[in-house]
């Protein structure tokens, strides 16, 4: 009897605080939730405000421009009136030309024919619009336009500004392009420290100018992708760009919130969109911060309180099993209530860290986001290892590529390291494929645990993330091996390291924080995947640890292709002794000329002394190499260090945590004598061939102006389409020689594009040969495409070389 009344007094006790945390959890989702929906309404007034003085800021730039260039050009066309003689006119004009932003310049008689310096042939405008209203005394200025000039493409706005002849009337026209890259300045005005950006756009939602890329060249297109928030819609936005009215959109761009204020340019009609994340303003930063210091302090209660019931819920029960159910059941249920208001805690506590705070502000609100970031955290490592304690965790298993997990893996660590003087590297095998079939988020996990744990008790010296590929009777087995110079672990400690809610050392856990749930769920984790992790260490040295995991590998390409030809030769200057070791092994493991040296003083010597084809160092060193006299031609690559920008440089680069990855992209040669073909090849080799009638069909306008910049030379017939179906019409419409048709396309890709054409009833157009024009230049692609019946390959970026044997192969007019 005692026994049955202590049992339903544990039950019920376990009903009233379950309903107690349930009662306390949907007051608390209300608070927030009115909290938010305030916060929101203030934060899109601040928003609207400080989004349409960007906006007129940039109007007002962008007019500025216009309106000087336009000055300056009438100043020029009068000073041209009173010169004679055409040579003296172009003389004067190369003059202009070099005035900033100017990209052709160039005067038309009476009769229309335009003499410029930038072109050696003579056109005639005489049929040109903006001609025709300069000769009426109408001074014009085009939309945007672009012109082919004798070294290379432009784009811009045409001025066309009457030239007077002897008795005051229009003797013809001064026309010049001004460069559309000299209204970047004006749409490049900073906004939101930094974090607004602009795009400049027509009536049609046609990109004019960026200061960020976006998915496709029109801005429309852009916004059917997007959901809009309460009253926002497409639809309201073109009707009020179409009628040149202001206005304010709030809508989701892939997972976040954006607002987007438009203006009119008063410049034809051309439109400002200046857009920010949601979260890059905040208003009444002392108010927020108090209101946020409450929900983390609900936040907490409400944690506590589940830890109790947790506990009690354990001391009640004699049942372990059930005990680990009813708790993985419990958490799985409270997990998105709680997270969900987590993540706003600490979502507005970095957006209020960005705001202009007292010292004393700043310092609550940094404590709030380390602790909410920490709490987070451990809520998902107890959630996690609930799930795996109770049997419930399951692997969710696809292929994925190892590329894409190394760099998302090398990003995070070398984030989380920080201003640590510590050094981080990955070393891979190379026999490792590029595609493997498991569960990419928790052999990432494994990853990050371990990194993370290294990370935390290394304060210098170096991290290396060495990963290996075996097949062993008949399975593929990948060995994750984190290394680091940390403090190591004691013989004594070695046993309890894989522990739930256990750290070792009480110094170093108790000011990183954690759970210590890291390693035990990553062991749990590896031998969900017929795996198993273990540890080396030496105390006072630093540790290893190695988790080898079952997984498939797909396809037989590798993760990393290099083949070097033997007779080249690459000179690498690493001053870190670490890194030298490191990279001395890679270039080893991949067969690799090289000279490494760690003293500037003698690398140098050395590249002055000795030929190399290609020069890897720092940018400083770089700079001392350029000075010097070097031996023959070769290739400098930037050596970019962990805590500079992989994906800011504007030269050739290697970024030192994926050293390999760095020689594959940029040194890779298919063959042994590419290197000396494309140099070998120059422009003067190209014959004309004015016969034939090419078609080059790409959506973004910038890759068409390139190509059809790249074959100008050519002299060739050119039409330039911007999807598959404008394709199929101009072939119906038109008799073409050779089609160069780009892969991924909206609507219709390319190989459905190819079967369009092959399905024309014309027989002869039915064999044109098409030429795939492609990012996508792995060995698969190459097969796919010749498997579809494309008759040829060409990878972006176009190579002038390879261009040219597939015009002599494929065009009947250029057989040599």
Not at 12 to 31: R, W
Not at 222 to 237: A, R
Not at 434 to 440: E, I, K, P, R, T
Not at 570 to 590: F, G, I, S
Request: net charge negative.
């Amino acid at each position: 009897m005692k026994k049955m009344r202590s049992s339903s007094y544990s039950k019920k006790l376990i009903h009233c605080l379950s309903g107690a945390i349930l009662l306390l959890t949907v007051v608390f989702i209300g608070a927030v939730i009115f909290y938010f929906r305030r916060f929101d309404q203030t934060l899109a007034k601040e928003n609207q405000v400080r989004l349409a003085e960007t906006a007129q800021q940039i109007t007002s730039h962008t007019q500025t421009i216009i309106q000087d260039t336009q000055t300056s050009l009438e100043v020029a066309a009068d000073a041209l009136s009173s010169i004679e003689g055409s040579g003296n006119k172009i003389s004067y004009l190369s003059h202009v030309r070099k005035k900033p932003g100017i990209a052709f310049i160039g005067y038309a008689d009476r009769k229309g024919t335009l003499w410029t310096p930038d072109m050696k042939r003579r056109d005639n405008i005489s049929k040109e619009p903006y001609y025709i209203n300069a000769c009426k005394g109408k001074a014009v200025i085009t939309d945007v336009q672009r012109k082919i000039l004798e070294d290379r493409a432009a784009s811009g706005i045409i001025f066309s500004i009457p030239v007077e002849g002897e008795k005051g009337l229009p003797d013809g026209a001064l026309v010049a392009m001004m460069d559309i890259k000299k209204l970047q300045d004006a749409l490049s005005i900073s906004s939101f420290n930094g974090n607004g950006y602009a795009y400049m756009i027509d009536a049609q939602g046609e990109l004019i100018l960026r200061t960020k890329s976006m998915d496709y060249n029109n801005y429309f297109r852009v916004l059917e992708n997007n959901i809009f928030d309460g009253d926002y819609s497409l639809e309201k936005v073109k009707d009020d760009i179409d009628h040149n009215r202001k206005g304010m959109t709030l809508y989701d761009h892939l997972g976040t919130e954006q607002y987007a204020y438009y203006q009119p340019l008063g410049f034809h009609d051309w439109t400002v969109v200046n857009i920010v994340g949601k979260d890059a303003v905040s208003a009444n930063t002392a108010v927020l911060t108090k209101e946020l210091a409450m929900l983390s302090v609900s936040c907490v209660v409400i944690f506590v309180v589940l830890l109790t019931t947790v506990v009690v819920s354990l001391a009640v029960s004699k049942n372990q099993q059930h005990i680990a159910e009813m708790k993985s059941t419990f958490l799985a249920n409270m997990s998105h209530e709680i997270r969900t208001p987590m993540n706003a805690v600490t979502g507005v506590s970095e957006l209020l860290l960005r705001e202009d705070l007292t010292a004393k502000q700043r310092e609550y609100v940094e404590t709030i986001d380390h602790s909410s970031k920490s709490l987070l955290v451990i809520i998902n490592d107890i959630l996690d290892y609930s799930k795996i304690e109770a049997g419930k965790f399951t692997l969710i298993e696809e292929k994925y590529s190892l590329r894409s997990l190394m760099t998302d893996i090398t990003a995070l660590t070398v984030l989380k390291i920080g201003d640590k003087p510590v050094q981080f590297y990955v070393d891979l095998d190379e026999d490792l494929p590029a595609l493997l079939y498991g569960d990419m988020a928790r052999v990432k996990q494994i990853m990050v645990n371990l990194l993370s744990n290294a990370v935390k008790f290394t304060e210098r010296g170096y991290i290396c993330l060495h990963l290996h590929g075996s097949m062993e009777n008949g399975r593929f087995l990948l060995t994750i091996t984190v290394e680091d110079t940390g403090i190591g672990i004691r013989k004594q400690d070695m046993n309890r390291l894989f522990n739930s809610f256990e750290q070792i050392d009480s110094h170093y856990s108790h000011s990183s924080g954690g759970t210590g749930l890291g390693l035990a769920i990553s062991k749990n984790l590896a031998e969900m995947m017929d795996g198993s992790i273990t540890v080396d260490s030496v105390y006072g040295e630093g540790a290893s640890f190695s988790a080898v995991i079952c997984q498939r590998p797909v396809g037989e390409e590798k993760l990393v292709q290099l083949s070097w030809p033997t007779e080249r030769v690459l000179a690498v200057y690493e001053p870190d002794k670490d890194l030298c070791a490191l990279y001395e092994k890679t270039l080893k493991d991949y067969q690799i000329s090289y000279r490494l040296e760690s003293d500037q003083r003698k690398f140098l010597k050395n590249v002055v002394q000795e030929r190399f084809d290609f020069i890897l160092a720092d940018q400083e060193t770089l700079s001392k190499v350029k000075s010097t006299c070097i031996k023959g031609p070769y290739k400098s690559i930037v050596l970019l260090r962990q805590e500079e920008d992989p994906y800011g440089a504007d030269e050739a680069a290697v970024y030192s945590p994926l050293f390999c990855f760095g020689l594959e992209s940029l040194l890779y040669s298919g063959k042994k004598d590419a290197f000396d073909s494309v140099e070998q090849f120059n422009i003067s080799m190209i014959q004309p061939i004015p016969e034939a009638k090419v078609l080059i069909v790409d959506d973004n306008k910038i890759n068409l102006g390139v190509a059809e910049a790249l074959m100008a030379p050519y002299q060739m017939q050119i039409d330039c389409v911007s999807s598959g179906r404008e394709a199929v019409e101009a072939v119906k419409e038109y008799s073409y020689d050779l089609i160069f048709l780009d892969h991924m396309m909206p609507e219709m890709d390319g190989i459905e594009t190819l079967k369009a054409i092959r399905s024309l009833p014309d027989a002869e157009k039915k064999r044109i040969p098409v030429i795939a024009l492609t990012a996508n230049v792995t060995k698969e692609a190459q097969e796919l495409f010749k498997k579809k019946g494309f008759d040829d390959f060409m990878p972006k970026p176009i190579d002038i070389q390879l261009l040219d044997q597939i015009l002599t192969r494929h065009l009947p007019y250029n057989k040599r």
